[in-house]
RNA sequence: GCGCCCGUAGCUCAGCUGGAUAGAGCAACGGAUUUCUAAUCCGUAGGUCAGGAGUUCGAAUCUCUUCGGGCGCGCCA
C-alpha cells in the first residue's frame, strides 16, 4: 500500500509540472505543523511561482483546478502565501484504516528496488568486555538492518569484531610467562594449553589485559616477547593459534549473552573479523600499488586521496602498511570494503560507529573509489554517533571512573524496573514481574538511545528513561498493555472481537480523537521509510510516541467495550492496528518487548 | 593552524530536500477518575533558536563570520 504522501505528492507534482510546463518542481507536501491547516500542505507552489515571476495564490488556483485528487482529500484550501491546504475525506481515512487492517503487514511497502546493504556494527573487542561504549554501535545498527529488511532490501550483517590486533600478541606473551610457562615447569608432561584453556574466563581475560598493557609498556623485553608472538600468530603457530581460538570461543561466550538480553539480531553467522582478512591484507597492498595509488612515503606505504590536509597543511596520507612492514586496521578495512563490494556484491555499505572515526572513513571511502573498487551508483555510508555522557555532562564513568560494563548497566536498568512493577503491579506472580521489569528495564536503555538524534550526545540517566511520562519505552509498553488489556476484558464478557470484526467492509470514525488517531496509523508506512532513508531511529520513535499520545487521547475520551455497534467496530479496529503497529514497531524494528501488562 | 559535530524554554531533548504563530517531556501552577490499567488525559505559564551579517516571498534549517563546548588531524583502533 503505497504512503498517502506519495501519491498525493507524485499527483500534485504532476499537475504542477503540467501547470507550469517546469520539467522539475517537486509538489513538497509534507504534515501540516498545525490541525487548523488541515492534514497536508503543499509547500512547492511558491518556489515554481518564483521561478516563473507569477503570483503563487494564482498559480495555486490553476494547479488546484488541474490536479486529481478528490478521491483523497476534501475541497482544498489556498491559504497564506500559496499553500495549499489538504483535508483527508473521512470515507478515504476510513477505507485507508481498513486496509492497513487486513494487511498483515500494516501498509508497509516493499521497496520496488531492493539492495544489498552490508550493515557494519558493534564489532566489540576480543579479550574484552563489552562497555557502554559498545552500545550505541550495536543497537543503532540493529535498528538500521531491521528497518532496511523490513522494506525489502538484502541485508547483510557483519560483526568487524577486533580479533587480531596487536593485543593478541600481549595477551597470549603474558599468559605463558606468568601461567603456561611455570606450569609447564612445574608439571612437566601435562596438556597445559587445555587445563588453562579451561580456566580461562573474561574478566579474567580483561584483567590480563590491563596487566599486559602496563608491562608492554614498561618493560621493552616483554614488548619484544609480545611482538614475536604476534608474529608466530600471523604465521599461524599451531600453539599459539589454538590459543588464540580459545580468547576468540571465551569472548563469544560473554558477547552473544548480551546481544541476547539486547534482543539484537548479530548471531555468530554474522561475524566476520579482523582475522578473516589478515591473509588478504598484502593483496590489498600489492593491488593499491599496482595501480600506482600507494607510494613509500618516510619509509611506510601510503595512498594520498586528495583534499586531505595534515596538520602541516600537507598531503595526508593514508597508511596502508607500516614501515616495519606490518598491516594496519587501514589495511584491514580496505581488505573488509572490498569483499563487501566484490564478493557481497553491495549496493550500499553502512557503517555504525563514532564520530570520531569520520576522518578515517572519509579517507577510506576516497581510497576506494581511487582502486575503483565500487561504481558511481554504490553507496557509502559512515553514520556516526555521539558519546554517551554522564549526569555530569562528561563522558559516562563509574564512580571511580572507570568505564562501566554493559552487562551491569543492563542488570541496574532491570533492577529498577523491577523495583517500579513491584509498586505498581503486586498482585502480578513474581515470575511475570520479572519478566516485565526485563522488558522495561532493557528497554528503557535502548529506547533512550533511540529517541535522540545521534549526532548528538546524550546524558545518561536512568530515572529518565524509565519515566512513564514523555517519550519513553514504558510510556509506549504502557499504551500497548492497555489496549490488550481491553482485549482480554472483552473476551472474559464473551465478547468474541476476531468474530465481530469479521468480514467488515465499512468503518465509521465520527470522533476527532478516532480521526486523528487513525490518520497517525496510516502514517507508519511513511514513517519508517523517512527513519531508513537517513538511519535515524529516531524519527521512528517520534512517531510512536506520537501514535501513543494519540492513542491515549483516544483511550480518554472514548469508551471502546461500553460502545454498541459501528461505533465500537470501528474503535476495535483502532485499538487492533495500533496495537499492532506498536508492536511492530518496538519488537520488530527497535528489538524491544511489550508485554502484555505491567 | 585545518577539519568534523554540537549550541533551541530553568532541565533533558525533538524539529523530516527552507514553509505559516518554533514543539514535547520533566520541574511549577490549575483541572479531569460511578467508566476498558490515573504508569493516563486536558489546560496555564515559560523562547533574542549562542551573537552578527548575507541569500529570499519566507531561515532554527542554507552561506559567511564571531563566541562557547566536544572530537579528530603519519605509521593506535
Request: net charge neutral.
Given at each position: 500500500m503505497?504512503?498517502v504522501?506519495?501519491i498525493?505528492?507524485?499527483?500534485?507534482?504532476?499537475?504542477?509540472r503540467?501547470?507550469?510546463?517546469l520539467?522539475?518542481?517537486p509538489?513538497?507536501?509534507r504534515?501540516?505543523?498545525?490541525g487548523?491547516?488541515?492534514?497536508?500542505?503543499?509547500?512547492?507552489?511558491?518556489?515554481?511561482?518564483?521561478?516563473?515571476?507569477t503570483?503563487?495564490?494564482q498559480?495555486?488556483?490553476?494547479?488546484?483546478?488541474?490536479?486529481?485528487?478528490s478521491?483523497?482529500c476534501?475541497?482544498?484550501?489556498?491559504?497564506?502565501?500559496?499553500?495549499?491546504?489538504?483535508?483527508?475525506k473521512?470515507?478515504?481515512?476510513?477505507?485507508?484504516?481498513?486496509?492497513?487492517?487486513k494487511?498483515?503487514?500494516?501498509?508497509?511497502?516493499q521497496?520496488?528496488?531492493?539492495?544489498?546493504v552490508?550493515?557494519?556494527?558493534?564489532?566489540?573487542?576480543?579479550?574484552?568486555?563489552?562497555?557502554?561504549?559498545?552500545l550505541?554501535?550495536?543497537?543503532?545498527?540493529?535498528?538500521?538492518s531491521?528497518?532496511l529488511?523490513?522494506?525489502g532490501?538484502?541485508?547483510?550483517?557483519?560483526?568487524?569484531?577486533?580479533?587480531w590486533?596487536?593485543?593478541?600478541g600481549?595477551?597470549i606473551?603474558?599468559?605463558?610467562h606468568?601461567?603456561?610457562?611455570?606450569?609447564?615447569a612445574?608439571h612437566?608432561?601435562?596438556?597445559?594449553?587445555?587445563?588453562?584453556?579451561?580456566?580461562?574466563?573474561i574478566?579474567?581475560?580483561?584483567d590480563f589485559?590491563?596487566?599486559?598493557?602496563?608491562l608492554?609498556?614498561?618493560?621493552?623485553?616483554?614488548?619484544?616477547?609480545?611482538?614475536?608472538?604476534?608474529?608466530?600468530?600471523?604465521?599461524?603457530?599451531?600453539?599459539i593459534q589454538s590459543?588464540?581460538?580459545?580468547?576468540?570461543d571465551?569472548?563469544?561466550e560473554?558477547?552473544?549473552?548480551?546481544?541476547?538480553?539486547?534482543?539484537v539480531?548479530?548471531?555468530s553467522?554474522?561475524?566476520c573479523?579482523?582475522?578473516?582478512?589478515a591473509?588478504?591484507?598484502p593483496?590489498?597492498?600489492?593491488?593499491?600499488?599496482d595501480?600506482?595509488?600507494?607510494v613509500?612515503?618516510v619509509?611506510?606505504?601510503?595512498?594520498?586521496?586528495?583534499?586531505?590536509k595534515s596538520k602541516?597543511?600537507?598531503?595526508?596520507p593514508?597508511i596502508?602498511?607500516?614501515?616495519?612492514?606490518?598491516?594496519?586496521y587501514?589495511?584491514?578495512?580496505?581488505?573488509a570494503i572490498?569483499?563487501?563490494?566484490?564478493?557481497?556484491?553491495?549496493?550500499?555499505?553502512?557503517?555504525?560507529?563514532?564520530?570520531?572515526?569520520?576522518?578515517?572513513?572519509?579517507?577510506?571511502?576516497?581510497?576506494?573509489k581511487?582502486?575503483?573498487?565500487?561504481?558511481?551508483?554504490?553507496?557509502?555510508?559512515?553514520?556516526?554517533?555521539?558519546?554517551?555522557?554522564g549526569?555530569?555532562?562528561?563522558?559516562?564513568?563509574?564512580?571511580?571512573?572507570?568505564?562501566?560494563?554493559?552487562?551491569e548497566?543492563?542488570?541496574?536498568?532491570?533492577e529498577?524496573?523491577k523495583?517500579?512493577?513491584?509498586?505498581?503491579?503486586?498482585?502480578?506472580?513474581e515470575?511475570?514481574?520479572?519478566?516485565?521489569?526485563?522488558?522495561?528495564?532493557?528497554?528503557?536503555?535502548?529506547?533512550?538511545?533511540?529517541?535522540?538524534?545521534?549526532d548528538?550526545?546524550?546524558?545518561?540517566?536512568?530515572?529518565?528513561?524509565?519515566?512513564?511520562d514523555?517519550?519513553?519505552?514504558?510510556?509506549m509498553q504502557?499504551?500497548?498493555?492497555?489496549?490488550?488489556?481491553?482485549?482480554?476484558?472483552?473476551?472474559?464478557?464473551?465478547?468474541?472481537?476476531?468474530k465481530?470484526?469479521?468480514g467488515?467492509?465499512?468503518?465509521?470514525?465520527?470522533?476527532?480523537?478516532?480521526?486523528?488517531?487513525?490518520?497517525?496509523?496510516?502514517?507508519?508506512?511513511?514513517?519508517i521509510?523517512?527513519?531508513?532513508?537517513?538511519?535515524?531511529?529516531?524519527?521512528?520513535?517520534?512517531?510512536?510516541?506520537?501514535?501513543?499520545?494519540?492513542?491515549?487521547r483516544?483511550?480518554?475520551v472514548c469508551?471502546?467495550?461500553?460502545s454498541?455497534?459501528?461505533?465500537?467496530?470501528?474503535?476495535?479496529?483502532?485499538?487492533?492496528?495500533?496495537?499492532r503497529?506498536?508492536?511492530?514497531g518496538m519488537t520488530?524494528?527497535?528489538?524491544?518487548?511489550?508485554?502484555?501488562q505491567?
Amino acid at each position: 500500500m503505497k504512503p498517502v504522501l506519495e501519491i498525493l505528492e507524485q499527483r500534485i507534482s504532476k499537475a504542477l509540472r503540467q501547470t507550469t510546463g517546469l520539467a522539475v518542481c517537486p509538489a513538497i507536501v509534507r504534515p501540516t505543523a498545525d490541525g487548523r491547516f488541515g492534514d497536508y500542505q503543499v509547500n512547492g507552489i511558491m518556489p515554481a511561482a518564483k521561478q516563473l515571476k507569477t503570483n503563487p495564490r494564482q498559480l495555486a488556483e490553476k494547479v488546484v483546478a488541474q490536479m486529481n485528487i478528490s478521491d483523497i482529500c476534501q475541497p482544498v484550501e489556498i491559504a497564506g502565501p500559496g499553500f495549499i491546504n489538504l483535508r483527508l475525506k473521512p470515507e478515504f481515512l476510513a477505507n485507508a484504516l481498513l486496509e492497513i487492517y487486513k494487511d498483515k503487514k500494516l501498509g508497509i511497502e516493499q521497496t520496488a528496488n531492493s539492495q544489498t546493504v552490508v550493515v557494519d556494527y558493534s564489532g566489540p573487542n576480543i579479550a574484552k568486555q563489552m562497555h557502554v561504549g559498545h552500545l550505541r554501535s550495536t543497537i543503532i545498527g540493529d535498528c538500521v538492518s531491521r528497518m532496511l529488511e523490513c522494506l525489502g532490501h538484502n541485508v547483510i550483517r557483519q560483526n568487524h569484531i577486533g580479533d587480531w590486533g596487536t593485543q593478541f600478541g600481549m595477551l597470549i606473551a603474558y599468559f605463558n610467562h606468568f601461567y603456561l610457562n611455570p606450569s609447564i615447569a612445574a608439571h612437566p608432561g601435562q596438556d597445559h594449553y587445555a587445563v588453562l584453556n579451561d580456566s580461562l574466563r573474561i574478566s579474567d581475560l580483561e584483567d590480563f589485559y590491563r596487566k599486559a598493557k602496563e608491562l608492554y609498556d614498561k618493560d621493552p623485553e616483554f614488548a619484544e616477547e609480545s611482538r614475536r608472538v604476534v608474529v608466530k600468530l600471523h604465521s599461524h603457530d599451531l600453539a599459539i593459534q589454538s590459543h588464540w581460538q580459545h580468547i576468540v570461543d571465551e569472548s563469544r561466550e560473554h558477547y552473544q549473552p548480551i546481544y541476547k538480553r539486547l534482543n539484537v539480531t548479530l548471531t555468530s553467522k554474522d561475524e566476520c573479523g579482523e582475522s578473516v582478512y589478515a591473509d588478504k591484507l598484502p593483496d590489498v597492498v600489492k593491488t593499491l600499488k599496482d595501480k600506482k595509488l600507494a607510494v613509500e612515503s618516510v619509509g611506510a606505504i601510503c595512498v594520498f586521496p586528495e583534499g586531505f590536509k595534515s596538520k602541516e597543511g600537507e598531503p595526508l596520507p593514508f597508511i596502508v602498511q607500516k614501515s616495519d612492514g606490518a598491516f594496519l586496521y587501514a589495511t584491514t578495512d580496505l581488505a573488509a570494503i572490498r569483499f563487501r563490494l566484490q564478493d557481497l556484491h553491495a549496493n550500499r555499505v553502512i557503517y555504525v560507529t563514532d564520530a570520531r572515526q569520520a576522518l578515517h572513513f572519509k579517507m577510506l571511502f576516497a581510497v576506494v573509489k581511487m582502486a575503483g573498487w565500487a561504481d558511481e551508483s554504490v553507496k557509502l555510508e559512515h553514520v556516526t554517533f555521539g558519546t554517551m555522557l554522564g549526569a555530569d555532562g562528561k563522558p559516562f564513568k563509574t564512580r571511580t571512573g572507570g568505564t562501566v560494563k554493559l552487562a551491569e548497566l543492563l542488570d541496574e536498568a532491570v533492577e529498577r524496573a523491577k523495583a517500579v512493577v513491584d509498586e505498581k503491579n503486586p498482585d502480578l506472580p513474581e515470575q511475570q514481574r520479572q519478566k516485565i521489569a526485563q522488558a522495561v528495564g532493557i528497554g528503557a536503555v535502548k529506547y533512550a538511545d533511540y529517541s535522540n538524534n545521534r549526532d548528538s550526545d546524550y546524558i545518561f540517566s536512568f530515572d529518565k528513561m524509565l519515566a512513564m511520562d514523555g517519550n519513553t519505552a514504558p510510556y509506549m509498553q504502557y499504551a500497548y498493555a492497555r489496549i490488550r488489556s481491553i482485549e482480554r476484558k472483552a473476551e472474559q464478557e464473551g465478547l468474541n472481537i476476531q468474530k465481530e470484526l469479521t468480514g467488515i467492509c465499512e468503518i465509521l470514525l465520527s470522533d476527532p480523537a478516532e480521526q486523528a488517531l487513525a490518520r497517525q496509523l496510516i502514517q507508519y508506512s511513511q514513517a519508517i521509510l523517512n527513519a531508513a532513508a537517513d538511519c535515524r531511529p529516531n524519527y521512528l520513535t517520534g512517531y510512536l510516541y506520537e501514535l501513543s499520545q494519540a492513542f491515549s487521547r483516544f483511550y480518554n475520551v472514548c469508551p471502546v467495550l461500553q460502545s454498541e455497534g459501528q461505533i465500537r467496530a470501528a474503535r476495535l479496529v483502532l485499538c487492533d492496528v495500533t496495537a499492532r503497529t506498536i508492536r511492530h514497531g518496538m519488537t520488530e524494528l527497535l528489538g524491544i518487548e511489550v508485554p502484555e501488562q505491567m
